[in-house]
């Protein structure tokens, strides 16, 4: 492929990334900086009142377009959910995608092994109501892991 080829290419990626995100759908960006977000307020306000407002559906500071936090306990127990708060105390390591992946399970061995990362897995959009391809952006914090995820 000549370099104007791959130049058009990546242009063109570039736009339809953007016209995404500005279509509605979050952004890696958008999902990285609430994160980051979500991490500083946990240790500045501490884990009982972050996990609860990231619970709240109603708290617009932890829930923007298609994008929301969850924070799981290494061992798999979810502390706080964006999207669903019946999950909270319950253990989901065995939680598999309807491709059979144990995507939990899968994040809570990256978060033992990396600070930070990116994981790939598909689950059901809460705006759609359809399983997507999503990937989650995570950042581990003490014994916790805390997460936020696009759609693809």
């Not at 617009?60 to 706080?80: E, I, R």
């Not at 939990?104 to 059901?124: C, G, I, P, S």
């Amino acid at each position: 492929m000549n370099k104007l080829n791959r130049a058009v290419v990546l242009s063109l990626s570039v736009l339809a990334g953007a016209a995404f995100a500005a279509d509605g759908g979050a952004s890696k960006e958008d999902a990285v900086a609430m994160v980051k977000k979500g991490v500083s307020a946990i240790k500045s306000a501490g884990a009982d009142k972050t996990y609860g407002e990231i619970s709240d559906k109603a708290n617009t500071t932890w829930h923007h377009q298609d994008l929301y936090l969850t924070v799981y306990g290494l061992d798999g127990t979810v502390k706080a959910h964006g999207a669903n708060s019946k999950m909270i105390g319950k253990n989901l390591i065995e939680l598999k995608d309807i491709d059979g992946k144990a995507f939990v399970k899968e994040r809570m061995d990256l978060a033992k092994a990396h600070n930070t990362f990116w994981q790939d897995y598909k689950f059901t959009n809460p705006e759609t109501k359809k399983i997507e391809p999503k990937s989650m952006y995570c950042e581990k914090l003490d014994e916790t892991v805390v997460c936020g995820g696009i759609y693809k």
